[in-house]
């Protein structure tokens, strides 16, 4: 099993900045990619940015250029870095983590909440 603990939401207004960090705890090793999603109020929730254990990541259109996603598999933590944010980046940002093993089911966090005002 595997734990994941976000830390970092928060309220900001349009063009700041936030962190979200993600530590994942228990049997790590069982994890290859570890990302991002958020869901906003009445939406599905969807994919922000992902990074495999060898660094390569993925970003949706929407956060392109804005926001990065970084990772210390020695530390078993994922951070979010946010820049340039919108009213419509508000969502509840959830850490994912995906096991090498595809049959398991993935890992999520509790959610943070991040609110961007206009």
């Known amino acids: 099993q595997v734990q994941l603990v976000e830390s970092g939401g928060g309220l900001v207004q349009a063009g700041g900045s936030l962190t979200l960090s993600c530590a994942a705890s228990?049997?790590?090793?069982?994890?290859?990619?570890m990302g991002w999603y958020r869901q906003a109020p009445g939406k599905q929730r969807e994919l922000v940015a992902t990074?495999?254990?060898?660094?390569?990541?993925n970003y949706a259109d929407s956060v392109k250029g804005r926001f990065t996603i970084s990772r210390d598999n020695a530390k078993n933590t994922v951070w979010l870095q946010m820049n340039s944010l919108k009213p419509e980046d508000t969502a509840v940002y959830y850490c994912n983590a995906a096991p090498w093993i595809a049959r398991i089911d993935d890992y999520w966090g509790q959610g943070t909440q991040v609110t961007v005002s206009s």
């Open positions: 990074i495999t254990r060898g660094g390569r990541t």
């Open positions: 228990g049997t790590t090793s069982s994890i290859n990619a």
